[in-house]
């Protein structure tokens, strides 16, 4: 069997159909698998080949092209059986097996008419709909509600976080920032920034009923923003609050060091949740229908107003029982991704 795969995106080596084709071919030798792809690929199993995509489509217009014009043909000259792509589109009026994975949730955000057609014509023509998380697979449940049993959720690993801390790399942290203190730790960025005075009032609300010494850290994602603090020197807590710019260096240690993680930001920012339930941390995230569908019961939930965030701040603080249950659920959780798994379940539909 003859396998092609066009792989688009700007770092194709990042991307999860790669990683899962150079998977499913070490695990079928028999098979050739061709990828169509600009970008230089290494490390590539011996059955498999590149075949270069030329011209580059740099825009979508080319890319339609490209699919439309150009690949059919190719799929002929390399008696290709089954081919897959990741950007949506796939041949039209090609007598093979063809299928859609889906890696990236802006796909089905495209607001063009025109190519909003053609991404549901690639759903039609596709026989399996690979997604890698379940707000991509629900975006085409929407969207596109008749095809929804076709879609396949494929877990991969999160990956093993970048460092490993030891305790005294954890107890230097909290004696550099927080006076060796636990701390929350609340990312701001252009999403969860909206919530930075509720975070505050909920903190106070917690202070005071708590009587604790336990700190928060605002880590900004770009520079300290004083307007969104406004009279924060008048804060009766403001000793309590730390802010820090984040960086590549900090990043992880301060999430690996932190009593828990308060999440309030969007899709894009999800791997700091992943990171910090790898780091055995727990996390008080916004209740949206994304966030459970990517969390499900790994976190817990609450929805932005000041009493309920002080009552779950409270509650992960105090309750040493439900914070021990709330990890041990986030444990379960993590168990769920893991690559082998998946890219075996990729390999048995894709070459059946």
């Known amino acids: 069997m003859v396998i092609g795969a066009h792989i688009g995106g700007q770092d194709v080596e990042e991307s999860l159909l790669l990683f899962a084709l150079k998977k499913t071919a070490s695990l079928q030798p028999d098979n050739k698998f061709i990828f169509f792809t600009n970008s230089s690929l290494e490390d590539l199993p011996q059955n498999c080949m590149q075949a270069n995509v030329n011209p580059r489509p740099t825009n979508k217009v080319l890319l339609y092209y490209w699919y439309n014009y150009q690949l059919p043909k190719l799929l002929l000259k390399y008696n290709i059986n089954s081919f897959i792509s990741n950007t949506g589109m796939l041949a039209s009026n090609m007598l093979i097996r063809q299928f859609l994975f889906i890696e990236h949730k802006d796909l089905f955000e495209e607001r063009n008419s025109f190519f909003k057609k053609k991404l549901g014509a690639g759903v039609a023509i596709g026989q399996t709909i690979f997604v890698i998380d379940n707000v991509i697979g629900e975006s085409i449940s929407k969207q596109f509600p008749a095809h929804t049993d076709k879609i396949q ?128 941390v727990p996390v008080i995230a916004d209740d949206t229908t994304i966030n459970n569908l990517l969390f499900k019961s790994a976190v817990c939930y609450t929805i932005a107003s000041v009493e309920a965030l002080a009552q779950q701040l409270q509650l992960i603080y105090k309750d040493e029982v439900y914070r021990k249950q709330l990890l041990q659920k986030s444990t379960i959780y993590l168990t769920n991704f893991d690559s082998t798994m998946a890219s075996q379940k990729f390999a048995e539909v894709v070459s059946n």
Not at 184 to 200: C, M, N
Not at 253 to 267: G, H, K, M, Q, V
């Open 153 to 280: 959720l494929l877990n991969f690993s999160l990956g093993q976080p970048n460092q490993l801390f030891t305790l005294n790399d954890i107890e230097g942290v909290r004696d550099k920032y927080t006076e060796g203190l636990d701390y929350y730790l609340f990312r701001v960025d252009e999403t969860s920034k909206a919530h930075i005075i509720t975070l505050l009032k909920s903190f106070s609300q917690l202070k005071k009923r708590q009587k604790t010494g336990i700190k928060m850290i605002f880590l900004f994602e770009n520079n300290i923003d004083e307007k969104l603090l406004p009279d924060f020197k008048n804060y009766k807590y403001r000793n309590d609050v730390v802010r820090l710019k984040e960086t590549k260096e900090n990043l992880l240690l301060l999430t690996a060091a932190a009593f828990a993680c308060i999440y309030f930001s969007d899709y894009k920012s999800r791997d700091s949740v992943y990171k910090a339930l790898q780091y055995n």
